[in-house]
C-alpha cells in the first residue's frame, strides 16, 4: 500500500507559477507510475501528468507549461506549473499504480490517491 501527500497548492495570478508535491511512504521509482490528476468543479477528473522512471506524458493543455518529475531519493514527486492561466483552476491529485502505464492513465486506472491541493489562479 502507498500513502500519497499533496502538497504545494495555493492562488496565484495568471501567468504564475506553482509546485506542487506528492510525498509517497515508500520507493515508488521504477515500481509506481506516478501522475497528477485535477478536477474542476462541474467536470471530470482528468490526468494532467504521469511519469515512470524517465517516461513522461503530458494531456496536451499543458504541454510545454508543466513538468513532472521525481526525487528518487525523497520519494516525492513533483509538478512545476508554469504560465498558469484561470483554466487550470481545479483540485489536484497525485495517484500511483504499480507497473509501467503508457501514456495518461485514465481515472479508473491509478490504485492509490492523495488527499488533493487546491491551486486556483485568477485572470
Known amino acids: 500500500q502507498v500513502q500519497l501527500v499533496e502538497s504545494g497548492g495555493g492562488s496565484v495570478q495568471a501567468g504564475g507559477s506553482l509546485r506542487l508535491s506528492c510525498a509517497a511512504s515508500k520507493y515508488t521509482y521504477g515500481a509506481y507510475t506516478m501522475s497528477w490528476f485535477r478536477q474542476a468543479p462541474g467536470k471530470e477528473r482528468e490526468g494532467v501528468a504521469s511519469i515512470f522512471t524517465h517516461n513522461t506524458y503530458y494531456h496536451d493543455s499543458v504541454k510545454g507549461r508543466f513538468t513532472i518529475s521525481q526525487d528518487i531519493a525523497k520519494n516525492t514527486v513533483y509538478l512545476q506549473m508554469n504560465s498558469l492561466k484561470p483554466d487550470d483552476t481545479a483540485m489536484y491529485y497525485c495517484?500511483?499504480?504499480?507497473?509501467?502505464?503508457?501514456?495518461?492513465?485514465?481515472?479508473?486506472?491509478?490504485?492509490?490517491w492523495g488527499q488533493g491541493t487546491q491551486v486556483t489562479v485568477s485572470s
Open positions: 495517484a500511483a499504480r504499480s507497473g509501467f502505464v503508457v501514456g495518461l492513465p485514465a481515472e479508473s486506472i491509478p490504485t492509490y
